[in-house]
């Protein structure tokens, strides 16, 4: 097995455990507004709001981690085999 993978699994584990304790102890209610979206305020638990915007970062970080690297990956090897053949 990996060590990164291994490690990204554990840093992974121990933010889901972030969120559960934050879920725990923040029962309070906000208000969220943001006028181009929503047109009253949005009210809900801290925790859930929290969660939610943790799950939007989390997508938005595994779409533009995983972007299209498709050209890069035939260029660099025909480029490695271009080398090879000198």
């Known amino acids: 097995m990996n060590a990164k993978l291994v490690l ?6 121990l933010v889901l455990i972030l969120l559960v304790m934050i879920g725990m102890n923040n029962r309070g209610t906000i208000s969220f507004s943001l006028p181009l979206v929503f047109k009253k305020s ?7 709001m929290y969660i939610g915007f943790f799950g939007i970062g989390l997508l938005s970080g595994v779409i ?4 299209g690297g498709g050209k890069k990956g035939t260029s660099g090897k025909s ?8």
């Open 64 to 67: 533009l981690a995983s972007g």
């Open 79 to 86: 480029s490695s085999s271009q080398k090879s053949g000198h």
């Open 8 to 13: 990204k699994t554990l840093f992974l584990i």
């Open 42 to 48: 949005v009210t809900q638990p801290a925790a859930l």
